[in-house]
Each structure stands twice: as C-alpha cells, then as structure tokens.
C-alpha cells in the first residue's frame, strides 16, 4: 500500500497541464487542484458544456471540442507539460479509445500523461473482483450497449492502448465515488483485490487530487494504481504498513 504520491524531479518540470474532459465534476476538481499548485492550465470539453467551466473564467484556456477529435487535442496539448484525460465511455463510436489515442499521438514526447478508469481496467490479469463487482460490470455493459449510451468495452481498449505505448503514462483506476469534503491523498495498491482497497470509496475531489499529485510523482510512471479514500475503513486497518504498493 502507499499512502500517497510524492514529488521530486517531476514537480520542477512541471508548469503547463492539459485537462481533458475539465468541465465534468471530476475534470473541475482537477482543474481547482492544478490552478492551486500554480499550474497554467488549458481545458478541453464540448463547445455546450463551456458554461460549466464559468467559475475559472479568466484563469485558464479552454478549447471547445469533442475530446476524440485529433485536432482539438493537437490544440490543446501543445507545450504542456502533463495531461490529465477522463476516459468517459460515452455513446458507442469509441469516444474513450479516440480520446486515448489523440492525447498518445498529440502529447509532446516526455510529457506526463495521467488517464482516470475504473477498477474494472485491469493491467497483467492479477487483480481479483467479486462476482457482485464482475456482474455489475456486465450488466452495466450490456445496458449501455443496448441503450447506445456507454461503451465500457471501449475504455478497456483505450486503456489497453495507454498500457502499450512508450510514453511516461499512468493510469488511475477509481472506486465508487461519492461527494464530500477531502479526507486527503488516497492510498492505491497495484491490485484490485488488495484488503486496502475494501472499502471501494473514494472522495471524487480526492480522486482528483491524487491524478494532479501523480502529474509531478515519477514512482508513478508506467503504473496503474487503485485508489480508495484515505479515511475509509480499510484504509485506516492497515494504515500501519509499509509505505509501499502491495502486488
């Protein structure tokens, strides 16, 4: 388990950050989190959904756009630094593997590159879901592929996309989120299935918090961590061990 992300070389390189998805709830935390740490920061989102980002008026950039257009990202991305994605299975035109794809091609080489998922997403095939958890994604999928609303299959492929490239990546699998004030850095472990995460809740302002923390930690690069709110129970059972990812 690890109680958090560190900084180092990373917090120095870092000064201009890409949110895409930015005017989403998870997307506006990240924005506040970013501006916070005194990062210049460039939004992207649907031209409709503008609005949304009314409250940061004057203090960033916004590109109107779908997220899996390769020229929005092109626009959007160019001298940043990191780049935090919401992956978001929308419709069925492979909007969350389009989204992946333009920010892979788009990034400068050795950016950061910071995407969101669920615990669903698994890395090397050793993370371990209960049959409730493994039925619930089912139907969600068969659901939404019947309604035409998500594609979870998608973000699988995005992700798997992510896994496989060169660059400095990190992927950050969420629990079930809810509102609230910040309880702090989550903790993460490598697998879904590790005690620590038991509680399977995160604080969506934390979530947020730790992909902004994750732009500027190098221990992170390459990695998938599944995160659960701090204060949860099973986060304080073994607050105790090592400060350092179980696998």
């Known amino acids: 388990m690890s109680g958090g992300t560190g900084g180092g070389a990373g917090a120095e390189r870092m000064r201009k950050v890409c949110v ?8 506006q935390y990240m924005v506040r989190h970013a501006l916070e740490r005194g990062y210049e920061v460039v939004g992207v989102c649907r031209e409709r959904s503008v609005p949304k980002l009314a409250a940061f008026q004057g203090r960033m950039t916004i590109v109107p756009g779908f997220t899996n257009d390769p020229e929005v990202i092109r626009r959007a991305v160019a001298g940043c630094d990191g780049v935090l994605t919401v992956l978001v299975p929308w419709g069925v035109r492979q909007y969350a593997s389009g989204t992946a794809q333009a920010v892979l091609d788009h990034a400068r080489p050795g950016a950061r590159l910071v995407f969101s998922c669920g615990w669903h997403i ?5 993370d ?6 493994k039925a619930g994604v089912w139907l969600a999928a068969r659901l939404g592929r019947l309604f035409r609303a998500v594609e979870i299959d998608d973000q699988v492929e995005a992700c798997r996309r992510v896994f496989a490239s060169d660059t400095r990546w990190t992927v950050v699998r969420g629990s079930s989120l809810e509102e ?5 850095l ?7 299935g590790d005690p620590v995460l038991g509680s399977n809740l995160t604080r969506r302002v934390d979530f947020a918090l730790f992909m902004v923390a994750a732009l500027a930690d190098d221990t992170l690069v390459r990695q998938a961590p599944a995160i659960v709110g701090r204060l949860t129970p099973s986060a304080l059972a073994h607050a105790g061990g090592l400060d350092v990812p179980r696998d």
């Open 20 to 27: 895409v998805g930015a005017s989403g709830k998870l997307g």
């Open 122 to 126: 698994t890395r090397d095939g050793k």
């Open 128 to 133: 371990t879901y209960s049959r409730w958890f």
């Open 180 to 184: 609230g004030k910040s309880q702090g």
């Open 186 to 192: 989550p903790v993460w472990s490598g697998h879904v």
